[in-house]
């Protein structure tokens, strides 16, 4: 195995959470678990969101030398700022005690010196982004360029997209990291030369999994870590609403398995029905479920919002992360018969709100309850921002809001399975109830 000489933003900042994730990130990336969908869809953002940001900056360069061009790019960033310092640059390369980073943007400033600007595809700033923009100052001018200024660049959430042109001033919102970073510089050349050392051993230290493996990231490595750990039939993370001060206390207790927490130790009234159902292995009622679904008001709907949640904004009057509706699900119960379902899925590229809403507004009639299924109320939610997005039906809207009925409470408030698993969310919840109506079984499993 070759050993590295090198650390990175992307290794740095790993080092930082954990020095196994830095040393597999070096070496065994192969144990490292596939990005599933949302991370690639994350990553997709990211690139987005980029290449959005650098147009604020007209007539900058971008150094286009992938990773495989180290000495390339390094050559390009040094040529471009002797000859013209006038420019904003794209992904410079810089390198200082065997710390190699490339800058989002290296923007000049007007009475000299330059500005490094970091940015993220999120709407706010975090404490990581900081550390990140810190490493990127202290090589930048230990490599001896004058950069007077550290920012972090996001989106700003209170941008609404009005058609046409983006306002670029106003799509993104900039803070000032400077001081921050600066208070930060000192540290960074002693972390660097422990990071460099965990590189130059032969074998992975040795780190035990831990909370820090999701600290500030998920750690894709954390399958791969904890392979050869039993993890108890049903621990305490099964508890809803379980607090850190009982996980402690029953730590201490060397309790880790639901079955083993003792008869007298303090429960609210929903981790007590859940304890039971564990201990007595079965499902446990504890709420009158009858009378719960007596509210339904027949003819009984049931219904599902999708919706979609773009970074940059592409339909007027929506921000930045807002969830746009492009598809929903209606089965509908008269008379005892056998359900008749009606859809609606936006297939084109154009604004799907306003034909989703003729469409929806059909399909759920004027009476009857509307069965929904959803901790955060979701469909509310969404059917108010149809209705502020079609304002010339938001009182059709605002009375199918009225009839919604979230099954969710029903559940979580009048029944509990051990199969559950401390979860109330549909899709543990559906297999458990109906075995032969699982999701995979759904045409849209990935909706």
Not at 71 to 84: H, N
Not at 117 to 125: A, M, N, Q, R, W
Not at 271 to 290: F, L, P, S, T, Y
Not at 341 to 346: D, I, K, P
Request: proline residues 6%; glycine residues 4%.
């Amino acid at each position: 195995m070759t050993r590295v000489t090198r650390l990175s933003k992307s290794r740095y900042i790993a080092g930082e959470q954990c020095h196994l994730k830095l040393w597999y990130d070096t070496y065994a990336r192969n144990l490292e678990a596939e990005p599933d969908d949302a991370l690639n869809a994350k990553f997709a953002t990211g690139h987005e969101v980029g290449e959005m940001a650098c147009r604020r900056y007209p007539g900058g360069h971008l150094v286009a030398h992938d990773y495989r061009h180290t000495a390339d790019a390094l050559a390009e960033t040094r040529q471009l700022i002797e000859s013209d310092a006038s420019i904003a640059l794209f992904e410079p390369a810089f390198i200082h005690q065997n710390v190699l980073v490339r800058v989002d943007v290296l923007e000049p400033l007007p009475d000299g010196g330059w500005r490094l600007v970091e940015v993220k595809s999120t709407t706010k700033l975090k404490d990581v982004f900081v550390r990140d923009a810190a490493l990127q100052l202290w090589v930048l001018r230990g490599a001896g360029l004058d950069v007077r200024e550290a920012c972090v660049l996001t989106l700003n959430k209170q941008y609404v997209y009005e058609g046409g042109e983006y306002d670029l001033n106003a799509l993104f919102k900039q803070y000032s990291v400077t001081a921050e970073a600066n208070a930060l510089l000192s540290t960074i050349g002693t972390n660097v030369s422990v990071m460099l050392d965990v590189l130059s051993k032969r074998e992975a230290p040795d780190i035990q999994a831990g909370d820090h493996c999701f600290e500030p990231y998920t750690c894709r490595y954390h399958a791969h870590c904890t392979r050869d750990i039993k993890h108890p039939d049903h621990g305490l993370d099964e508890l809803p609403n379980f607090l850190p001060k009982q996980r402690s206390e029953l730590k201490e207790q060397d309790i880790e398995e639901i079955r083993d927490i003792p008869a007298d130790y303090p429960l609210t009234n929903l981790q007590r029905v859940v304890c039971r159902a564990v201990k007595e292995d079965r499902a446990i009622i504890h709420g009158n479920i009858q009378r719960q679904m007596a509210q339904t008001i027949p003819p009984v709907r049931y219904l599902d919002l999708e919706a979609i949640s773009l970074a940059i904004p592409r339909f007027p009057g929506t921000r930045p992360y807002d969830s746009v509706p492009f598809l929903f699900s209606v089965h509908s119960l008269q008379n005892g018969s056998k359900p008749e379902h009606s859809y609606y899925l936006h297939d084109k590229d154009d604004d799907p709100r306003p034909q989703l809403v003729d469409r929806l507004i059909d399909a759920l009639g004027t009476s009857g309850s509307i069965c929904t299924y959803s901790k955060y109320n979701d469909e509310k939610s969404l059917l108010n921002r149809l209705a502020f997005a079609v304002p010339e039906r938001a009182q059709e809207l605002a009375t199918i809001s009225a009839r919604l009925f979230n099954l969710y409470w029903v559940v979580r408030y009048t029944y509990y399975h051990p199969g559950f698993r401390g979860s109330f969310s549909l899709k543990q919840v559906l297999p458990v109830l109906a075995p032969d109506m699982g999701y995979s079984d759904l045409e849209l499993t990935d909706s």
